[in-house]
């Protein structure tokens, strides 16, 4: 059960209910994890904004639920787990390369460096090394992209802290935390 009120996306109004619309017009339905951020108006922006964002990124929606699923599991976030589990194969991972970015692994050398960076990133509290940043770009990642992973680690960051602090009813497909 929610330790705070889920809105209900059919009673609000004005902003509120534009971005509500516009969850459910991406999802088909307006998730849980929405409805608990929403009883802000700016939180809820602030949450959709970044998604809308970061899906017109250049990493790709693969490797962006990739890393989702790593952060959600380092994280104990069953919620963002669950959803993201699901949002990486409707972008073409298969379930075997789901399972293996939640334990921060890839066969592809180049997801493998951005799977690492991540989980230092969450580790070490973003307490990087400048080797670091040398071994991503050494996979191919340039300066923008390297942004970009730092972006979806943060997002992340928010929506499991936002699940897991307010108790969010999972409503995805159950999968199980490592």
Not at 78 to 105: P, V
Request: proline share 3%; glycine share 8%.
């Amino acid at each position: 059960m929610s330790r705070i009120e889920l809105k209900n996306p059919e009673t609000t109004t004005g902003e509120h209910a534009e971005i509500f619309k516009a969850i459910n017009n991406t999802f088909g339905t307006v998730p849980n994890m929405f409805k608990a951020i929403g009883n802000s108006s700016t939180a809820l922006e602030s949450m959709w904004t970044s998604f809308r964002a970061l899906g017109k990124g250049k990493l790709g929606a693969k490797l962006g639920e990739q890393i989702a699923v790593l952060v959600a599991d380092l994280n104990r976030c069953e919620y963002c787990l669950a959803a993201h589990t699901l949002l990486g194969k409707n972008a073409g991972a298969t379930e075997e390369e789901m399972i293996a970015a939640q334990a921060g692994e890839s066969s592809d050398p180049r997801t493998q460096a951005a799977l690492s960076f991540a989980r230092k990133l969450v580790m070490q509290k973003a307490a990087i090394q400048g080797s670091d940043i040398e071994n991503i770009k050494n996979a191919g990642f340039d300066d923008e992209r390297i942004a970009e992973i730092l972006a979806h680690v943060a997002l992340n960051i928010f929506t499991n802290y936002t699940n897991v602090a307010f108790g969010v009813p999972v409503d995805f497909p159950k999968v199980s935390l490592r």
